[in-house]
C-alpha cells in the first residue's frame, strides 16, 4: 500500500484553488444577478452536470433509471428557469452567471474526490496544502471584483472613505463581527464537504446538501418576496418540487447502483429492467 504523501503537486494546488474560488465567485455573482430562489436551483444542476463529466472524463458507470432521475432534475429546473427568463427576473447575465457557477462548482467537487484518491491526501492535509493557493487566487479574484466597480459603484475604497468619514467606531466593527463568523462558517463548510465527498463522492455531497436548498429557497421566498413575481414564485415552488422528487429518486437508484442491489424498480418490474440494462 502507498503511503499518503500529505501534499498535492503545486499545479494541482493551483488547479483545484482556482475550481474553488472560480466556484464561490460565481456562486455569489449568480446571486447577485439572479433572485434566491433561482441561485438556490441552479444547485440541482450540479448533479446532472457533475455526472455528464464524469461520465465523459472517468467512465463511471450508470444505468437508464439514474438517467431518468436526473432527467427529472433537469425538467424542474429548466422549468423555473424558463418562467423567470419569461417574466423579466432572468437576465442573459444571470444565466451566464449561473452557467459558469454550475461548471465550476462540478469541477471542484469532482477534483475534491479524485485528487484525494490519486495523492492519498486525507482531508485535513488537502484543506491545509490548499489554503495558501485558495488565498492567492481568491486575493486575485477579490481585487478584480471588489476594488473596482464592476456589478455596482460600490468598492472597497469607496465603503472605507465612508467609514473614515463616520468613525471606525460606527458600523466597522459590526462588519468586522460579521466576516469572521462567515470565515468561520466557511471554513465549517469546507472541512465537511472535504470528509464527505473524500469517503462518498461528489454527487452524494450534492443530494445531501439539497435540505438546505429547500429550506432556503422557502425563506428566500418569504423574506424577500419583492423579487419574485407570483408567476415566477410558483413556478419556483413546482420547479423545487420537480427537481426534488428527481433528487430523491436519483438517491435511491444511485446507492443500489453502488451497493449492487434491486432498486424499486427492479424489484417490481425485473422484466422491464432485463431489457433494458
Not at 428557469?81 to 467537487?109: D, H, N, Q, W
Not at 470565515?183 to 450534492?206: D, M, R
Not at 422528487?245 to 436519483?250: K, L, P, Q
Amino acid at each position: 500500500m502507498n503511503e499518503a504523501t500529505s501534499r498535492l503537486p503545486s499545479i494541482e494546488n493551483f488547479k483545484v484553488a482556482l475550481s474553488s474560488v472560480g466556484s464561490i465567485s460565481f456562486m455569489n455573482l449568480c446571486l447577485l444577478t439572479n433572485t434566491v430562489a433561482i441561485y438556490q436551483i441552479c444547485k440541482f444542476a450540479v448533479i446532472p452536470c457533475t455526472l455528464v463529466i464524469q461520465k465523459l472524463l472517468y467512465t463511471v458507470d450508470t444505468n437508464w433509471r439514474v438517467l431518468c432521475s436526473l432527467a427529472v432534475v433537469l425538467g424542474g429546473v429548466g422549468y423555473s428557469t424558463m418562467t423567470g427568463f419569461e417574466a423579466g427576473t432572468l437576465t442573459p447575465k444571470g444565466i451566464t452567471f449561473a452557467c459558469l457557477a454550475v461548471l465550476s462548482t462540478s469541477i471542484y467537487r469532482i477534483w475534491q474526490e479524485t485528487k484525494q484518491k490519486e495523492y492519498k491526501v486525507g482531508p485535513v492535509d488537502f484543506q491545509a496544502t490548499m489554503a495558501g493557493w485558495q488565498a492567492v487566487v481568491g486575493l486575485f479574484f477579490a481585487v478584480a471584483v471588489e476594488f473596482f466597480a464592476v456589478e455596482s459603484g460600490k468598492t472597497v475604497p469607496s465603503y472605507f472613505v465612508a467609514v473614515y468619514n463616520e468613525g471606525f467606531g460606527g458600523r466597522f466593527p459590526g462588519a468586522c463581527a460579521w466576516m469572521l463568523g462567515t470565515c468561520i462558517f466557511a471554513l465549517l463548510v469546507n472541512f465537511t464537504s472535504f470528509g464527505l465527498i473524500g469517503k462518498t463522492g461528489p454527487i452524494a455531497y450534492a443530494v445531501v446538501g439539497h435540505a438546505k436548498t429547500v429550506l432556503t429557497i422557502i425563506m428566500g421566498i418569504a423574506l424577500f418576496p419583492s423579487e419574485d413575481t407570483e408567476k415566477t414564485i410558483i413556478a419556483d415552488i413546482v420547479g423545487c418540487a420537480v427537481a426534488m422528487f428527481g433528487v430523491i429518486a436519483y438517491g435511491h437508484f444511485e446507492l443500489c447502483l453502488k451497493k449492487k442491489k434491486a432498486d424499486i424498480v427492479e424489484r417490481n418490474f425485473p422484466s422491464l429492467c432485463a431489457k433494458t440494462q
